[in-house]
C-alpha cells in the first residue's frame, strides 16, 4: 500500500517527464470549480499546467473515477484554456459524468493527456465549426485557438442542440459569426443550407471542423464533400485506455481500423470515406 | 496519485485497484535489486506488460522500456488481422470487458517495425504469437525462429476469436499436438498462455510441459459481457469479451497456486489483476516466478514500471524470496 | 446513502458496487407491479437471496422476508456440518473470497426451525440442497419432499467441500446420474445451480435439462484466493475459496447468456455480482427469468429488498419485457 | 444508477426502521472529527443517534469503505458514547483503517450497527479489565458504563501496551484503579500477579473482562480459571458480514463453530472451552 504526500502533484510530474523527454503520466490535478451550465450540462475546470500548455484543439483528456471500481478512462475534449486552466464540458450520462458533477473547488481528480490528434488548422481560411449537443467542446477551444490568429483566419460557428442553447455565450467571443439551432427548428444541415450562399459568396477558402453524433458528422461530410469544402471531423469510440495502447477504441476507414484516441480522433472526409 | 476520495488531503490513501503512487518516480533511472530467471532468460526484474496492453508507439511515449523485465507484445499472426469490430470494451465493477479480436499488423510487419525498434530500445522481449490454426501458429513460430525475440508466448487462449484460439487451449489433446509441433521448430524459450475458463487448469498445464514448452503464463481473460440498460443489447459488439483488471485478481492467484502446486517446478508467469508491488508479491507467493501487468497499464500508462519499482522494494525484506528468484528456482 | 466520497454532498452518486439507496425506502410497505414466474412457481418479483448469503435469525431483523421473491436458504446436508476452519473470508477488489464450507445445523433442524419460521412469515422459500454424494442430496431430498419448501435447489457447484460438491457440477455424466435420480424423487420444482469453474457450461446445463430438472440457476462461486502480505501464506485457512460480488457480475452474465442461447426455453435464475436494479436488469436481458442477490447482503442487509425495488421500478418502462417475466415465458 | 439526496440519513432510516420493528441498515453517518491518539492511533467520532441510544458494551460497528472496490465491512468495537456521538478508536493497519484516517469532520461514512452480543453486565462486582493493545476501546466503553452505577460495582483496569500508554488517561474518569504495562516491562499477566492480593483481599467479587490478542486471553483465561474469577472474552475475527448472515466469523468452541459476529464478540471462558 502506497500513500501519495502531495496536494497537487501535476508540477512534479510533469518536471519529471520532461527531464526524462517523456510525456507526463496519469497525474491528480486540482479542480478549480463545477458550474451547471444547462440542463445535466456542467463545466468543469482543472488545474494542470502540461495540458494548459500543450493541448491543441480536438485534443481530449481522461478523467478517472475516484471509486477503484470504475475503472476505465472517461475521456473529454478540451473545450477551453486559460492559464494553467484547462475547462471541460460535459453531460451527466452514467456514473462517472455523475460523480464528476458532485466535485468542488479544491477537490482532487486524476488526469491524463492531452491525448489524440488534433485538428489540422494550419491553413488560414474561414472555419466552419459544425457542433451537434456535447459535440462542442472541442469547437470551442478550435474558435479559441483561431480567434488569436493574425492572419485572415476566420471562425463561423454552425451549432445544433437539443433545446438550450448552451454554448452560444462561450463561443460569440471567438467567433465572426455564430448561428445556432434546436431540434425543434431542424438540425445544422438546414442551417447549413441557409447559410450556404454566404459561405460560398466570400473569397476565403471554408474549412468545415465538426464535431457530434455520427450521423450528423456523416450528413455534414455529404454536405460539405458535394460542395468540395475540405472537412475534418472529431470521433468519439468507447475507450479501454485512450493513448493508444489497447487498440479497443477504432473505427472502420478505407484504410481499415484506425483507432480513434491515436490516429484521432479527428479524421478528414476523405480518412473516413464519408465522402462516397 | 490516485486518492480514494476527491478530498483536500495532504496524505490520502492510494487506490486499491489503480493504485498509483506519487512517490514512486517511474522516470528516474533505478538500479534493479531483484531479477529473476525463466526459462534461462533473465530479466531485470519480475515484471513484465502483458500481451496486448502494450503498443511501443503508446506506451514508449511514458517510460523507458528497458526498464522492465520484459515487454510481452500483442499477439502476432502470419497476416494482418483486423479484429473484432467496435464497440470492443465495456466496464465492470474493478474491470473491464474486451473483445479486440487480435487486431495486429501480421509478423512480417512486426519482424520489421515493433521488434527491431523494441530491440534496439533494449528491451528484453516476449512474443506473445496468435494463429486461427495450428497452421497459423506454424508460420508466426517459424518466423520468429531466428528473430531477435527473448521469448515465445503462444496465445492459445484468447477468447474473442473465432476458430482455433481458445478451443485449443482447452483440450488438452489438441494443445499437446500443437505445442509439440512447435517445439520441434524452434530453441526459443518457449512459454504456453493458458486459459482460466476450464474445468481442469491442471491437466491443461500437464499437456503443455509433457509437450515440451519451457514455462507457463496464466491467466488470460475470463468470458464475460455488459448489456446496455437502455438498449438490452450486448455492449461490446462481438457480444462476449475477456474480462480482465483486479476484479480477476483472486482467480488468477487461484489458477497460479493450483498449477504450482501439481508442478512444482515449471516456470510460471502470473497474469491477472496486478496494479501494485503488494498484488505482483501475492503471485510470486502463489508460485509465480515472474508477472505480467495488463489491464493497470490502460488506466495508468506507467503502471508496469510503478509496480516493477514496488515489488523491488518488498523483496528487499524477503531475501530468501527474492534469493529463489534469482536462482530461477520454482518452489 | 453509499456516497462515493466522504464528502459533504448534498448530491453524491451512488456507489457503483455497493449501489446503496436512501430514497429507496425497503421498509415502506410496496405494491410489486411486476412478478415473474419460474417453473410454474410465482415470485413476487424477480428478486430472492442467494443460498449461504441469508440466515433468517439475521436478515430476518432487517426486512420482511416476506417482500421478496423468494429466500433462499443456506445449503442444508443430511446431517450437521461443521464447515472449515477460521478465517473463511478475504477481501478481493470489488468482491471477496468465501470458504464457509457449507458449516449448516442439517437437514432435520431446517425443518423444525428455519424452513416453518420462514413460510409462516409468508415467504417463498427455495431450499438449497447440499451433499458429498449422491446419497448425500438424496437423503435430504427425500426428506424435503414432503415440506413447505416451495422449490428446491440443487447445489452442485461448491468450491468449498472436499469430496462431491464441485466435481458433481463439472462432469455432465455425474451430474445427469444425480439429477435423474432425484427428479425421481420429487414433483417439487428442482433447481441445479451450476458451477462456472467449467469449459464448457452448455454441455453441462443440458445434462441438467435432459435429467429433468426445471429451472437452472447460475453462477455459483469462481475458484480464487488471497495471500497474506506479511506471512506469505493463504489468508483463507482452506486455501482456495470462492469468489464473489460485483467483480464476478460480467462473468456471470456470459454464463447465464450463452446457456440462454442454447437453452431457449429453460428457466433461468441468474446470480452473480447483482448489487442493484440495473444490475439485475442485465441479467434478465442476459436471458434470466429472475435473480438472487448474494454478497451485496453481506454489505447492506437489505440490499434484495432495495434491489428488487429499483427493479420493479426500470421494469415500468420496460412493458414486454415485464410481460415475459409475468408469463414465465424464457426467450 | 441511484441519487443520495440528504445530507445525513441517519435520523430517516432510524425512525422507518423503528416505525417498521427492524433494525435500521447500513447507512451514512456524519464524522464529528478524527484525531491522532498515538503513533498509527486514531479516535474517531461518527454521529449516530441510533447506536449512541442502543450500544452497550463490546458491541461493534461495520465501517464502509468509501472506495467501491474495497466491500467487506471493517468491525470496531465501541469506545464511548457521548449525546449522538459514538467514539471508536482504530489502529491503521490496513488500506481500509488508512482510509478512516484520513477522513475530517464533516465527511460522511457508512456505518452499520450496534452489532453482537455485549458484556453481561448484570452482576455488581470489582470488574477488571484486562486489554492489550487495540483490545482496549470495548472495555473503554465498559468502563464509562459500569461508572454509571448506583450499586457497589467497581472497575480496575490492567491494560498491556506495546509503548505508548494511550487508553489511561482516557479510563481514569471511570476506573477506580487504573494499571497498565509495556512490553519492555512485561505483559498483563504480569500485572495481574502482581495485583492479585489486592484483588482477593477485597470483599466484592471479581469479573474479568477481556480483549486483546488471543494468545493474551488464553492466559488471562487460564489465569482467572486457576483463581475461579469469571472472565468474558470479546473476540476478533476476520467477518464477511458481521450481523450473522454469511458463517464467516466462526471460534472453535467445545459446542462447535460459533459465530463471532452474532453469538459473540463476548464468549465465557467456558464457552470458549479455554479453562481446560
Ligand atoms: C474523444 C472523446 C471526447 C469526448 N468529449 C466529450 C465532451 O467534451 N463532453 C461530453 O459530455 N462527452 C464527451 N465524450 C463522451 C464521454 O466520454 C462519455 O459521455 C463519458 O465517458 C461517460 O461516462 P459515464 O461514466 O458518465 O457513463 P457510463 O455509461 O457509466 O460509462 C461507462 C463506460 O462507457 C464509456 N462511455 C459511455 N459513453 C461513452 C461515449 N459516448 N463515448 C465514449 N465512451 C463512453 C465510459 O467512458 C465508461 O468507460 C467524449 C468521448 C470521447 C471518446
Ligand atoms: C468485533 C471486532 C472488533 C474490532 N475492534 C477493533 C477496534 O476497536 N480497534 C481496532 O483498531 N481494530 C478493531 N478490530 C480489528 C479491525 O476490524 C481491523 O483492524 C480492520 O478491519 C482492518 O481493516 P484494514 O482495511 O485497515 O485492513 P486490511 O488488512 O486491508 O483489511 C482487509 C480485510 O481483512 C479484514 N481484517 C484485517 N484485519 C482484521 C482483524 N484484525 N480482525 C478482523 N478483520 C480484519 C478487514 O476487515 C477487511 O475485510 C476489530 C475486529 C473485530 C472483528
Ligand atoms: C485490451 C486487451 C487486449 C489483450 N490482448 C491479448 C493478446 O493479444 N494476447 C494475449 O495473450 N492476451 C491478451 N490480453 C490478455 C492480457 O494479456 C492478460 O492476460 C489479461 O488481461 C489479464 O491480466 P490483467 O488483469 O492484468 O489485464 C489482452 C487483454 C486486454 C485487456
Ligand atoms: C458466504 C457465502 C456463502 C455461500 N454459500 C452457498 C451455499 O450454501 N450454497 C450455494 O449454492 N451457494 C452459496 N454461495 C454462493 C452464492 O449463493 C452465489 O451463487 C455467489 O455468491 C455469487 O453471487 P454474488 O456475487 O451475488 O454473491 C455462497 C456465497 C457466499 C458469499
Ligand atoms: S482506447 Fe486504447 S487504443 Fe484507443
Ligand atoms: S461475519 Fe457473517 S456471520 Fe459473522
Known amino acids: 500500500m502506497s500513500v501519495f504526500m502531495s496536494t497537487v502533484n501535476t508540477d512534479i510530474i510533469e518536471q519529471r517527464a520532461s527531464k526524462a523527454g517523456r510525456k507526463p503520466g496519469r497525474r491528480t490535478g486540482e479542480v478549480i470549480s463545477v458550474s451547471l451550465m444547462s440542463q445535466g450540462v456542467y463545466q468543469l475546470v482543472i488545474r494542470d499546467p502540461y495540458i494548459a500548455r500543450t493541448a491543441r484543439p480536438a485534443q481530449f483528456v481522461n478523467l478517472y473515477s475516484a471509486n477503484a471500481a470504475m475503472m476505465l478512462p472517461r475521456p473529454f475534449g ?7 486552466d484547462v475547462t471541460l464540458i460535459y453531460q451527466v450520462v452514467g456514473a462517472g459524468t455523475e460523480e464528476f458533477s458532485g466535485l468542488r473547488a479544491g477537490d482532487r481528480i486524476d488526469v491524463l493527456g492531452p491525448l489524440g490528434k488534433p485538428f489540422d488548422l494550419d491553413t488560414p481560411a474561414n472555419y466552419v465549426l459544425v457542433g451537434g449537443g456535447l459535440g462542442v467542446p472541442p469547437l470551442l477551444y478550435a474558435a479559441q485557438t483561431l480567434s488569436g490568429r493574425e492572419d485572415e483566419t476566420q471562425v ?9 442553447r448552451f454554448a452560444d455565450e462561450t463561443v460569440k467571443p471567438y467567433a465572426s459569426k455564430v448561428y445556432s439551432i434546436v431540434n425543434a427548428e431542424g438540425n445544422v444541415i438546414d442551417l447549413l443550407n441557409d447559410i450556404e450562399q454566404e459561405l460560398t459568396a466570400s473569397d476565403s477558402r471554408n474549412v468545415i471542423l465538426s464535431c457530434g453524433p455520427t450521423p450528423m458528422m456523416k450528413a455534414v461530410a455529404g454536405w460539405a464533400s458535394k460542395r468540395g469544402i475540405p472537412a475534418q471531423f472529431s470521433l468519439e469510440s468507447r475507450m479501454g485506455c485512450g493513448y493508444g495502447a489497447c487498440v479497443a477504441c477504432v473505427v472502420d476507414t478505407p484504410q481499415g481500423r484506425l483507432k480513434v484516441c491515436k490516429d484521432g480522433p479527428v479524421f478528414t472526409t476523405e480518412q473516413l470515406g464519408w465522402d462516397a | 496519485m490516485g486518492c480514494v476520495n476527491h478530498m483536500k488531503e495532504e496524505s490520502c490513501e492510494s487506490l486499491v485497484m489503480n493504485g498509483q503512487n506519487g512517490q514512486t518516480d517511474v522516470l528516474e533511472p533505478h538500479e534493479w535489486r531483484h531479477k529473476t530467471i525463466v526459462a534461462g532468460v533473465e ?9 496486448g496492453t502494450f503498443q511501443l508507439d503508446a506506451c514508449g511515449d ?37 473483445a479486440v479480436g487480435l487486431q495486429n499488423p501480421g509478423v512480417d510487419h512486426y519482424l520489421v517495425d515493433e521488434l527491431p525498434r523494441l530491440k534496439k530500445l533494449g528491451a528484453t522481449v516476449v512474443t ?8 497459423d501458429y506454424a508460420q508466426v513460430v517459424e518466423k520468429l525462429a531466428d528473430s531477435s525475440a527473448d521469448m515465445l508466448e503462444i496465445n492459445v487462449s484468447c477468447p474473442n476469436v473465432s476458430h482455433g484460439g481458445m478451443s485449443v487451449g482447452t483440450d488438452p489433446k489438441a494443445l499437446h499436438r500443437l505445442i509439440a509441433n512447435l517445439r520441434a521448430m524452434t530453441d526459443k524459450p518457449m512459454i504456453v498462455k493458458l486459459s482460466p475458463n476450464v474445468t481442469d487448469i491442471v491437466e491443461i498445464a500437464h499437456a503443455a510441459v509433457d509437450a515440451g514448452v519451457d514455462a507457463l503464463s496464466l ?26 483488471g483486479p476484479a480477476i485478481f483472486p482467480i488468477g492467484l487461484g489458477f497460479v497456486w493450483r498449477v504450482r502446486q501439481a508442478l512444482p517446478t515449471i516456470p510460471i ?39 516493477a519499482r514496488e515489488l523491488d522494494d518488498l523483496l528487499d525484506s524477503r531475501p530468501d524470496l527474492a534469493a529463489k528468484l534469482a536462482n530461477g528456482q520454482t518452489w
Open chain 1, 156 to 164: 463561423t460557428s454552425v451549432f445544433g442542440y437539443r433545446d438550450d
Open chain 2, 128 to 135: 506473445n504469437v496468435a494463429g486461427h490454426s495450428d497452421e
Open chain 2, 219 to 244: 491467466i488470460n481473460t475470463l468470458v464475460g459481457m455488459r448489456f446496455d440498460i437502455e438498449t438490452g443489447k450486448p455492449i461490446i459488439a462481438n457480444r462476449t469479451g475477456g474480462v480482465s
Open chain 2, 62 to 98: 511514458y517510460y523507458d522500456v528497458s526498464q522492465l523485465g520484459v515487454i510481452c507484445t500483442k499477439g502476432v499472426s502470419p497476416v494482418p488481422w483486423e479484429g473484432n469490430p467496435a464497440p470492443r470494451t465495456a466496464e465492470s465493477p474493478a474491470g473491464m470487458v474486451n
Open chain 2, 269 to 307: 508467469i502470473g497474469i491477472g489483476g496486478i496494479d501494485s508491488g503488494e498484488k505482483a508479491l501475492e503471485y510470486l507467493y502463489a508460485g509465480a516466478n515472474a508477472v505480467e501487468v495488463g489491464a493497470a497499464s490502460l488506466i495508468d500508462p506507467t503502471a508496469p514500471v510503478r509496480v
Open chain 2, 43 to 51: 530479466w531485470k526484474n519480475p515484471v513484465g506488460t502483458a500481451s
Open chain 1, 78 to 84: 478540451i473545450a477551453k484554456v486559460e492559464g494553467d
